[in-house]
């Protein structure tokens, strides 16, 4: 049997669970071809990428001058307005944690992450005067926790979920991958956002309200990545239609890099840079937390790249296809904005394990305290 007779065998019930999250059968038929091939060359960026450039990373404004003063009024203007909604990047189970949906752990006593997003809409709240939508990008693993804890609150408007897309593992013939339950769905990648998105109606329905406006992305665990009205504004004041937060690299962190494509700016993950390209000479690196203009985000036409990438499920080899967030800052070309990673005023504090939960425990206490996300 062919890939695409399998496809067509599959139950009813399967076909419509994949169709509800945007799988489309002509993406796997053309990753099924394309298996193995040249797939390191296939992921990297074709064109000339040098590091950034002098002045293509600014620093954010500093609390207590009279830059951040001005920033922080237009910020908080357009918050005033209803301009902005938070965004929060809640579709991964915490493996390193046990396996659990990571929303739904503690982080400080008492308090989820969850809770602190929720914390933080409510701060944001009640500086701004104005409700602040807030939307989670959810997962078909953690979609039931998520709207399980959120309980009545969930009301599709000022809190929502929508979910991110789906396919079909595949086998490293092309054929599909079987697990101990079928066939073997996976979510498809942060990058799913913008298309998942506008499939909930959600962006739209912000733009038809308020006529324009402006999207804060972070992932959940991040709890550092608050909405800002200092960095809004700064956002505001600069040209592009997305600003992404960067932190300077401590010792070996790896992530997504600033770098000049072509002569202009993008986010790549290291794995995607040319082979001349070292990443350890970019001493700053992407946090994944953006400032987006809510039209910009909604009118964006482009096809992302799905890297191929192999995986272990169930002590067999399997092969998926993702797509990465970064990449729509193709085209929509960025600003690079460093923001503090120490102190009260971090703007990021990952969380990938229990050990690292631990030693930041402290550290969230803090800036959720600070910030108000525990009032």
Known sequence: MTLADDIAALPDDMKRRLSERGFREERLFAWAKGIGQAKDER??????????????????????????????????EALRAGKVALCVLAGGMATRMGGVV???????PGKTFLDLRLGEQAATERLSGRKVPLWLMVSEATRDGIASALGPRLDGDH??????????????????????????????????????????????????????????????????????????????EHPNAVTVEVVDKVGTDRGGVPVVLDGRRIISEEFRLPKDVDPTT????????????ARALADLDFEFTFVEVDKNVGGKKAVQFERLLGEFTVPLEPSFLRVPRD??????????????LERRRGEIQTIAEARGMLA
């Open 102 to 108: 990571k929303a739904l752990v503690e982080a400080v």
């Open 343 to 356: 102190g009260k005023e971090s703007r990021f504090l990952p969380v990938k394990d229990n050990d690292e």
């Open 282 to 293: 970019i001493r700053v690196f992407n946090t994944n937390t953006f400032v987006v203009d």
């Open 159 to 236: 809190i929502a979920l929508f979910e991110q897309c789906v396919s079909l593992r595949l086998a490293p013939d092309g054929s599909l991958f079987h697990d101990d339950d079928g066939v073997s769905v996976y979510a498809t990648g942060h990058g799913d956002l913008p298309e998942a998105l506008a499939q909930s109606g959600l962006l739209k329905r912000f733009l038809d309200s308020r006529g324009d406006g402006y999207v804060w992305i972070a992932n959940l665990d991040n709890l550092g990545a608050t909405v800002d009205p200092a960095i809004l504004g700064w956002h505001m």
């Open 43 to 76: 992921n990297r960026y074709k064109g000339v990428v040098t590091a950034p450039r002098p002045g293509d990373v600014s620093d954010a404004p500093e609390p207590g001058t009279a830059e951040h003063a001005r920033y922080y009024a237009k910020g908080l």
